[in-house]
């Protein structure tokens, strides 16, 4: 699976693409300038702001819905009851880039009709960040034209027209896909709930029962996928879970061989996603890194902290999981002098696979996952003895132990 994600005005819409193959793991996409992840409350505005706009140099409003603190406007044109109006050159800036929208129509403070944004980065862009994108905006957002990337290549926008008109966050964006929604229509997007069908050469996508807005679909989904022709046994066939800007974030992939995968994520502080397969309730989660297509990316300190335990992983992130050479540390808030509260060494999809665990008894003993020869990216068998998580005398422990298998998260 592929994930693409675009950015522009720091709108975060979130696509993801099934395709046949046989991994089910996913090549996450960086093309999303850091600037475009905020909580909700950190976005602050007067009293009166309209929501979803932000102040220029001359206090006239523009759209900007995911704006975060320090973020500037700049405006070149006509300012009319408060909101930029007319033609103009529309600069956004943030800590990371700067998006130049050149001979640029503005209404009510939206972007309408066609257009080139430039976008600059502080430092030298990824090889797959956004660097231009030339097409259409309506009523804010873009809805048709490609995008272009640090590397040179370019992507189509993948906002489809169903039969009516109404445009939909497509998961593809071949000449020959059609799309069917069977819901309202809103301002040109398709919104509320309704059954969304896509087809293409490929096969069909049925989302039941699902809610879009602004032709993006939020909340809970089920889709089932038809493929025209037999799917490889690793190719997934179902989803049923919960959907954030249109990507999966919560639930279990149903594979053509009948195999179940689960992924879970829950958001940090800041809105960031992250990793966490065994939440806990009132479990507090905080990142102090980046967000690159909503995902915790990068260097950083996560925590995840309730009333037992708190647990702090430092290293670096890639689609919220820590990869590569890192450290856990745990504390807890009873005394145990067996229980694990460190782990020294090399993570792969935020899982250990080799490195030194320390007990609170000052004992350190090491550590290494192995899989057999024939084990699939899909799932390993785990041969050796790892570190899990145990529950004793209704208090959670990190302890040593056996566990005889383990699944991989698809979406890495």
Known sequence: MQKIVVSFMLIGLISVTFSCSHSTKTNSKNILTDASIASKDEVTTLKNDPKNYVKDQNGCFVWNPNAQPNDKANWSGGCKNGYANGNGTLKLSSKQATETYNNTTLIHGKIEGKVIVEVSY??????????????????????????????????????????????????????????????????????????????????????????????????????????????????????????????????????????????????????????????????????????????????GILTYSNNKTTETLQGTFKNGMMQGKGTVHIDYTKKCDTCIVNYTGVFKDHKPIQGNITFANGMIRKHKLKTTANSSLAEEVVINEIVRRTVNSSHEYYTYGNLSSGISSPLH
């Not at 660097?131 to 009523?139: A, H, I, L, P």
């Not at 189509?156 to 059609?178: E, H, R, S, Y």
């Not at 993006?216 to 989904?221: A, F, K, L, P």
């Open 122 to 299: 502080k430092e030298k862009p990824c090889e797959t960040c956004i660097v231009q994108f030339t097409g259409t905006y309506k009523n804010g957002n873009p809805i048709e034209g490609a995008l272009t990337f640090g590397n040179g290549k370019t992507k189509k926008l993948p906002f489809v027209k169903d039969k009516n008109g109404c445009l939909v966050w497509a998961l593809n964006t071949t000449n020959n896909i059609q799309i069917d929604w069977s819901g309202a229509c809103k301002d040109g997007f398709a919104n509320g709930k309704g059954t969304l069908k896509i087809f293409s050469p490929k096969g069909t996508e049925n989302y039941n029962n699902i809610t879009l807005k602004n032709g993006i679909m939020n909340g809970y989904g089920f889709v089932k996928l038809i493929y025209k022709d037999k799917p490889c046994e690793t190719c997934i066939i179902q989803f049923e879970g919960i959907y954030k800007n249109s990507s999966p974030i919560n639930g279990t992939f149903l594979l053509a061989n009948k195999q179940e995968i689960k992924i879970s994520y829950v958001e940090a502080q800041n809105g960031c996603l992250v990793w966490n397969p065994e939440p806990k309730p009132n479990e507090k989660v905080q990142w102090t890194g980046k967000c690159v297509n909503g995902f915790a990316s990068g260097k």
